[in-house]
């Protein structure tokens, strides 16, 4: 089969993406009123039940105006991996590709994104007693240690990481071990694969005051909605303050201030700065992919609307 012909009859779907506070969640609503669209979240966060404002879900009126899935999926203390978004991404595509509607991939996790559209890297599995050493080593010498190991020997993964992305550095050393090589290395070599789908990337990224601007009013909006609250609901559930899932921005300094005495001014500013953080790694990680289109999403919606419908070729 010719290659244009091969790629006519994959599935068509667009992809939103970008860092944190950018508006991917805004422009995904207003493409919907033009667009016959269902949303897929690719958020790591946002499927987890009980965890909304932490991770800025879309508003109940929001969801119910327009279909979503991967929002609500699993509990705090459930295992969710990257092949398990794969497979429930894949059938939601699926589904909604059979509707006739337009799959639209919205979210700021990069992994997500590129293992839903080329499949997972051919790497190997864990090994427990590496994973126990490895976090031995931490404790030993202290937050920071794996991660300028990592530095060493894989520049460009330990960039986008920071010390608390744990359990992310020690996959990342263990597969070194295993392998001898970087894991970087190995995502990019499977990235040359070819897409299962026929995809449309649009990114978005305001300058970079104006989206820090955004990131900061955003914490403090959390905050006035109950992020303590929220977070205080989740532990007498019995949610364990070293789950990965509390560990993530905004619940983990949450649990400080409630359970370790951080002082609440302090806790409001250092999860504006590890969001802050955050949104610079998820520039750099979508700032690898040459195929993601960047705009402003407001300022240019109708620029975006435009790409889409020529895309989708909607009459």
């Known amino acids: 089969m010719a290659k244009g012909c091969e790629e006519e009859t994959k599935p068509a779907l667009v992809v939103i993406c970008g860092p944190t506070a950018a508006g991917k969640t805004g422009l995904s609503l207003k493409l919907a009123e033009y667009l016959d669209t269902e949303i897929i979240s ?96 931490e404790e030993l010498e202290g937050e920071g240690a794996l991660l300028r190991r990592l ?66 009013r955003r914490v403090e909006l959390m905050m006035s909605r109950g992020l303590l609250e929220e977070t205080r609901r989740l532990l007498e559930r019995g949610c364990d303050p070293q789950w990965k899932t509390l560990r993530t921005i905004g619940y983990r300094e949450s649990v400080e201030h409630l359970l370790g005495g951080l002082p609440l001014e302090d806790a409001v500013q250092l999860i504006q700065r590890n969001s802050r953080r955050y949104a610079k790694r998820q520039l750099t990680w979508f700032g690898g992919d040459n195929s993601i289109i960047w705009l402003d999403s407001f300022a240019e919606f109708a620029k975006v609307l435009q790409l889409i419908e020529r895309f989708y070729n909607v009459p």
């Open 151 to 216: 530095a060493k020997i894989d520049p460009p993964l330990a960039a986008r990481l920071s010390p608390r992305d744990l359990n992310r550095i020690i996959r990342a050393l263990e597969v070194f071990e295993l392998t001898g090589r970087c894991l970087s290395d190995l995502q990019r070599d499977h990235a040359g694969g070819r897409s299962l789908f026929r995809t449309l990337k649009i990114g978005l990224a305001p300058e970079r005051k104006i989206l820090y601007d955004r990131v900061d």
């Open 42 to 137: 690719a958020d790591s966060r946002q499927v987890y039940r009980g965890m909304d404002i932490g991770t800025a879900k879309p508003e109940p009126d929001e969801l119910r105006r327009v279909p979503h899935h991967l929002i609500d999926i699993v509990d705090p203390d459930e295992n969710f991996t990257v092949a398990d978004f794969v497979d429930r991404g894949r059938a939601a595509v699926a589904e909604i590709s059979r509707r006739g509607r337009l799959p639209l991939v919205v979210g700021g996790t990069g992994l997500y994104i590129r293992a839903l559209l080329q499949g997972l890297a051919d790497v190997p599995g864990g090994d427990e007693a590496i994973r126990r050493e490895l976090r031995r080593i």
